[in-house]
């Protein structure tokens, strides 16, 4: 039976907390975690290794809610005045409408699909047309919508001034990394082949 947390996270964020404890800046932990989940699908895209894939997709689960619900906190925290006395109604759009492209990728991909499954060669993939991939739907597909509805969100994020001012390089790193990822996707930067006899899930 696979352990519900993986010795490598817990690793990582025991040395993490330990070294922001001990220096007392928080900011070596936010950065320090932040973007590990990048690496981790940019080392899994290029390894192409089915080996060890349910242990892959319960590290990177972690890595993805550790991130997000530090810069979630952070964001509320630093812009819950300007909510209530000066709402930015189109940061709002974009962050409403950037997690509803990326919450609609995951429902059309499924959670393996979203985690290198169909470029691992475990599923075939069946969303050629449904929203927000393809041509067809409500509105135009996007452009690499699991990614760029994540983007489009952070922008939305980034709009709030006091977000902007207390922590100006969280975002642009995201989306750099972002970015990376992208890029690795469009010219399929990998190592190894798709392992033709792999169990499908």
Known sequence: MMSPIGI???????????LSYYFENYSIF?????FLQYMYYMYKY??????????????????????QLQYFY????TTKGDWINNPDYIALAAIVGGYFISI?????????????????GLMKPDFKFSWPYGKFGPIPGVWH?????????????????AFREAFPYIVPLHVAYYAMCIAQEVWDVH???IFKGAKKI
């Open 74 to 77: 952070l964001f509320l925290k």
């Open 104 to 120: 609609n990728s995951y429902f059309v991909l499924g959670d393996n699909g979203t985690y290198y499954a169909i470029e691992l």
């Open 8 to 18: 490598q996270p817990l690793f990582v964020y025991s040395f993490l907390g330990s």
């Open 145 to 161: 919508p699991m990614y760029m509805g994540q983007v489009y969100a952070l922008i939305g994020m980034y709009k709030m001034t």
């Open 191 to 193: 190592r190894a082949k």
């Open 30 to 34: 936010l950065y320090g975690s932040s």
């Open 46 to 67: 290029w390894d192409r290794s089915t080996k060890y894939y349910g242990e892959f997709k319960r590290d990177a689960h972690l890595y993805k809610v550790v991130s």
